[in-house]
């Protein structure tokens, strides 16, 4: 196995996954764990280890440039398993060895493993480690995402190291954007917004906000999944600027269940009357996520930049189809409320006694944050002809207050 040479005595040395197709909930095409080695004059700093299992493969990347022993410093950017997950063998390994980390991943580290003969290093935002022309400078970025996180800065080379954020999970034998294609690395990037940085929008506009004033200038964002951008650096940037203040196309999104095929014909007619007022439209019909597209991970990378989204079940029993309370429960947590621009939100479905789930879903999309059109729209057994002429309406309506917003 080699290295992959970002720099001169900078490298990628982390793992790919080629099999993972879950990781808790978010369905991708492998993914990579990536840890990067930067070689000074005085000593080498290995940034970040991998998931358990995968340390043969970021040993033996470090080893095609210098004997892993020599390691002098491990950085530890995050505590989540898939980017420390290969401390406790690289640590025995090198038993003294200093890990650089902000206090709370120090907390964080000692709950997954035993720690108490590391030799763990407390750093600070504007803290500095020079390795010998080579200067790591660390940002504490609690809450991107999680309160440990950190990036860490190599003014030389102006590489960032941000860990998860600028992330994308997918797997491949490509390491740079420019190779993978700027398009897909985006597309994959948006996906990884969408599930894991919604809810932190506010945060991430601040942080580059900080980032920004420091004056720094910025060559390579190395994350730690996917490909590490240094042709299109400032594109996903400025994605990441859009993407939080939920930049949206004039485009709804459309996801339902359906029982017997009621439900389905009012979000087709939804959905037609939406395109005929000019909205591009994403129709998902959930089904467990087994249509392509269609699983919840997807569908929330469609929402992101859609400024609208319809939501409809029928009623079973007292309440909305389990699937679309699944997916109901998930955009809950993702709060997209949180994004600078809102959406607007509406629920239809159709019962065969009293209703109920398009009261449940309205609620659940307020929740959310997301400005839902009162009302809704539900109907007894099966849309006849004046219902569907009516959801049809519904859609054109939408269209022309998506098209004024
Ligand atoms: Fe927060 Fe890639 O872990």
New binding site residues.
């Given amino acids: 196995m080699k290295a992959t040479k970002l720099a001169q005595g900078v490298y990628w040395v982390g793992a790919i996954d080629w099999n993972l197709r879950d990781y808790h909930g978010y369905t991708l095409p492998g993914t990579t764990y990536n840890a990067y080695l930067v070689v000074g004059e005085e000593k080498t700093a290995l940034i970040d280890t991998c998931y358990p299992g995968f340390e043969e493969q970021v040993l033996g990347r470090v080893a095609s440039i210098i004997d892993p022993k020599t390691i002098d410093v491990i950085v530890a950017n ?1 505590i ?1 398993v ?2 420390s997950g290969g401390l406790p063998k690289i640590a025995k390994m090198l038993p003294s060895v200093p890990i650089y980390c902000t206090e709370v991943a120090v907390q964080g580290l000692a709950r997954h493993y035993d720690t108490k003969d590391w030799n763990l290093q407390v750093v600070k935002t504007g803290e500095t480690l020079d390795l010998g022309q080579k200067t790591l400078v660390f940002l504490e970025a609690p809450m991107l ?2 309160p440990d996180s950190m990036f860490t800065y190599l003014a030389e080379e102006e590489i960032l190291f941000p ?2 954020a600028f ?1 994308q999970h997918v797997a491949s034998s490509k390491r740079f954007d420019d190779e993978l294609g700027k398009d897909i690395a985006l597309a994959h990037a948006k996906k990884f917004f969408a599930n894991l940085i919604i809810p932190l929008a506010p945060k991430v506009l601040k942080k580059l906000g900080e980032v920004g004033d420091l004056g720094i200038g910025i060559k390579m964002i190395a994350p ?2 996917g490909i590490i951008w240094r042709t299109h650096a400032a594109d996903i940037v400025t994605a990441y600027v859009e993407w939080s203040k939920g930049v949206s196309k004039d485009k709804v999104t459309i996801v339902y269940d359906t029982m017997h095929g009621a439900t389905d014909m009012m979000a087709k007619a939804l959905a037609d009357g939406a395109m005929d007022g000019g909205l591009e439209v994403k129709v998902c019909l959930l089904k467990d996520g087994r249509y392509e597209g269609c699983h919840r991970s997807d569908i929330v990378a469609e929402m992101l930049n859609s400024k609208a989204l319809l939501v409809g079940s029928p009623t079973l029993g007292d309440e909305m189809l389990p699937t679309v309370a699944g997916f109901l429960s998930y955009l809950r947590g993702l709060r997209p409320g949180r994004l600078t621009q809102k959406k607007i939100g509406f629920a239809f479905g159709s019962h065969g006694g009293h209703g109920g789930a398009v009261d449940q879903i309205t609620d659940d999309l307020k929740t959310a944050g997301i400005e839902v059109v009162e009302g809704g729209m539900e109907v007894y057994f099966k849309p006849d002809t004046d219902e569907r002429e009516a959801c049809y309406r519904a859609g054109l309506a939408l269209a022309d207050q998506v098209t004024q917003m």
């Fill in positions: 995050h989540e898939d980017h995402h999680w860990n998860d992330g730690s999944h």
